[in-house]
């Protein structure tokens, strides 16, 4: 396991969010032993401070992460350089440019921390050899991607036919535990909505 932290001030238990992504991973598949120790032993642990960047365009993403602490975004820039957010994630949640990933094309994305974060990753040439020494770890990532593609698809059919009042409760009941741990401009990006529109929808919402 390789570790990378640029803030010694940030104190982990390395060990203690390792048990947590094997307990995640463990929802999906049954992983024994072997596939533990060989999994372990490819996983790096990357420190993020707040507003730093993971990816930026340009890039090619190339590791699976996993959010072990803290919290984090993926947007990109139109041509007025306005910000659209298109995923927001907390612990427990993997986030990534799926499409440079999957491609290799650069990333036309920001893969922001919105607070100090710790992510556990899987670069991809490691995870591909776990694909074929550990079957369970190549079914757990093809729930993953199959799960992000039905959502990507379920979130562009439901900004097309839903209301803005309509995205918002969707959000809050998608999103539970993050909406106070984000900024308002962001969520107002991830909606589709000005933010005083955004206060508005709140206080209907109250």
Not at 37 to 61: C, M, Q, R, Y
Request: glycine share 2%.
């Amino acid at each position: 396991m390789k570790t990378i932290f640029k803030n010694v001030e940030f104190i982990v238990d390395s060990n203690q969010h390792i048990k947590s992504l094997i307990h995640h991973i463990r929802q999906d598949v049954t992983l024994d032993e072997y596939a533990i120790d060989k999994l372990s032993s490819v996983l790096v642990i990357k420190e993020l401070n707040k507003k730093e960047f993971l990816l930026e365009p340009g890039e090619t993403a190339n590791t699976m992460n996993f959010i072990a602490q803290g919290c984090m975004r993926s947007y990109y820039l139109d041509e007025n350089a306005q910000e659209h957010t298109l995923q927001l994630g907390i612990e427990q949640w993997w986030i990534n440019d799926l499409y440079s990933y999957l491609s290799r094309k650069k990333s036309r994305m920001y893969v922001q921390a919105l607070e100090k974060t710790l992510l556990i990753q899987l670069p991809r040439l490691e995870l591909e050899k776990l694909y074929v020494e550990v079957p369970a770890i190549s079914n757990f990532f093809r729930i993953k991607i199959q799960g992000a593609y039905v959502a990507v698809q379920e979130r562009v059919i439901d900004s097309m036919s839903d209301d803005a009042y309509e995205r918002y409760d969707t959000f809050r009941k998608s999103y539970r535990d993050i909406e106070q741990r984000v900024p308002q401009y962001i969520i107002a990006s991830y909606l589709g909505v000005t933010p005083e529109f955004l206060s508005y929808l709140r206080k209907k919402h109250s």
